[in-house]
Nanobody
Framework: QVQLVESVGGTVQAGGSLRLACAAS????????MAWFRQGPGKEREFVAA????????DYADSVKGRYTISRDNAKNTVYLQMNSLKPEDTAVYSC?????????????????WGQGTQVTVSS
């Protein structure tokens, strides 16, 4: 069984930065693709970013491309989301997710394991 625990989010001013971490409690961290999704107030959950097992392939939603960076440290069983140039519309509950295969996708239904989510609030 895979358990995912996100770091605490927080509140940041527009233009600021924040880094989220997601630790997986498994003996082996892979080979699994990992992703971040978010759900803003009154919105459906949406794809943010994904990374394959080796870290060599990443994918980003257009809304965060150039501002967010997803990375992973397989030795620490952890995936990160560095968020820069944050905007009020980035305010959401961010959740990390894991697949049971290495290939990344954007579909939330393709991810079998989920963290509990962490709140990120960007003030204007």
């Amino acid at each position: 069984q895979v358990q995912l625990v996100e770091s605490v989010g927080g509140t940041v001013q527009a233009g600021g930065s924040l880094r989220l971490a997601c630790a997986a409690s498994v003996r082996t961290f892979g080979p699994r693709a990992m992703a971040w999704f978010r759900q803003g107030p009154g919105k459906e959950r949406e794809f943010v970013a994904a990374i394959n097992w080796s870290g060599g392939t990443t994918d980003y939603a257009d809304s965060v491309k150039g501002r967010y960076t997803i990375s992973r440290d397989n030795a620490k069983n952890t995936v990160y989301l560095q968020m820069n140039s944050l905007k009020p519309e980035d305010t959401a509950v961010y959740s990390c997710a894991a697949r049971i295969v290495p290939k990344i996708t954007r579909g939330s239904s393709d991810y079998a394991y989920w963290g509990q989510g962490t709140q990120v609030t960007v003030s204007s």
